[in-house]
């Protein structure tokens, strides 16, 4: 059995299958996996975020990191999800593993919002928020200008 890598993540099913299409007609071997039952299911993560994969072989990771390069140029890539730190597309949402069944109880936890959920790299291990936090105008001496002085 190959093992199969993912090389690169997106929010929408049509990017990943323009992406799986260009892969093929190159000669690789690639398919595209929908986490949204996974996401939905077991993380009780609503909407799923970061739930389509694009896969190839372990083999073809190289030429196909080599293609993607140049696809990126073209515009290819631009609606992957990608790590701020890094710029990897290897991306995980939540951030809980999938491969132990713990995982889903980190993400119960996550459900009753005792721990947040998180987006995480695959290449540089850096977890980032699923939202931006809201930036609070401030005055000359940084205190909140909405603030109320008694």
Same mark, same amino acid.
């Given at each position: 059995?190959?093992?199969? #890598?993912? +090389? ?8 990943a &299958?323009?992406?799986? =299409?260009?892969?093929? *007609?190159?000669? %690789?071997h690639?398919?595209?996996?929908d986490?949204?039952?996974l996401?939905s299911?077991i ?10 994969? #694009?896969? +190839? ?8 990191k &080599?293609?993607m390069? =140049?696809?990126?140029? *073209?515009?290819? %890539?631009?609606?992957a ?8 597309s290897?991306?995980?949402?939540p ?6 069944l713990?995982?889903s109880?980190?993400a119960l936890?996550?459900?009753?919002h ?6 995480f790299?695959?290449d ?8 931006a936090?809201?930036?609070v ?13 008694p």
């Open positions: 059995m190959e093992r199969v #890598v993912t +090389v690169a993540t997106f929010d929408e099913a049509g990017p &299958e323009a992406l799986k =299409e260009r892969f093929c *007609e190159a000669g %690789l690639a398919v595209v996996v986490e949204s039952s996401q299911i993380y009780m993560s609503r909407p799923p975020h970061a739930q389509m994969r #694009v896969r +190839v072989t372990e083999e073809e990771v190289p030429f196909a &080599e293609k390069q =140049e696809w990126e140029k *073209e515009g290819m %890539l631009s609606a999800v990608r790590c701020p730190q890094c710029g990897s290897r991306i995980e949402y951030q809980f593993s999938r491969r132990i713990g995982g109880f980190f936890l996550s459900a009753a005792l721990i947040p959920r998180e987006y790299c695959q540089c291990q850096f977890t980032w928020p699923d939202h936090a809201r930036e105008d401030r005055d000359a001496l940084n205190w909140p200008l909405d603030s109320k002085v």
